[in-house]
């Protein structure tokens, strides 16, 4: 996977939406300008996401980018009966995420990392198209991301 350069994002990052539950962390929400889409990704609006709306794809290779300063980070989103298989690449070290769920179930904690060297670090989600063998898809959704 190509690795994205954060650089071009730092002054970006300051200008985060909202303060989530999690003590001590800020809420980047699906449509900020700091995460970069590459692919067709559509919106959703059903209204338990968080602000209403979140971004879904099935297109093979879609990502959604990230670069965040902090100590950790939680992806946000959707499991449901039609979710597949998703490459998390945190820093460059890649991480498979299942986000089947038998029922759907909004604004869910997807990946999660913490205690990272504080510093600028890149989270890229990639989408497989894959599914394992309980799941009707292969739907990958972004809600937001809690960076700490």
Not at 40 to 49: F, I, K, L, R, V
Not at 101 to 108: F, K, M, P, S
Not at 121 to 147: C, K, M, N, P, Y
Request: with cysteine.
């Amino acid at each position: 996977m190509r690795s994205l350069s954060c650089e071009r994002f730092l002054l970006v990052t300051v200008f985060v939406v909202s303060t989530s539950g999690l003590q001590g962390a800020t809420q980047i929400l699906e449509n900020d300008p700091s995460i970069v889409y590459s692919g067709d990704w559509y919106t959703n609006y059903e209204s338990p996401n968080i602000g209403g709306q979140a971004f879904l794809t099935n297109a093979k290779g879609a990502t959604a980018t990230v670069c965040f300063t902090g100590t950790g980070i939680t992806w946000i989103g959707v499991l449901d009966p039609y979710s597949g298989l998703a490459q998390v690449y945190l820093d460059g070290t890649p991480n498979t995420v299942d986000t089947y769920g038998g029922t759907t179930q909004y604004q869910q904690p997807l990946f999660s990392v913490h205690g990272l060297v504080p510093g600028t670090h890149t989270l890229s989600i990639q989408v497989l198209h894959q599914r394992d063998g309980e799941t009707g898809g292969s739907w990958i959704w972004v809600d937001a991301f809690d960076v700490q």
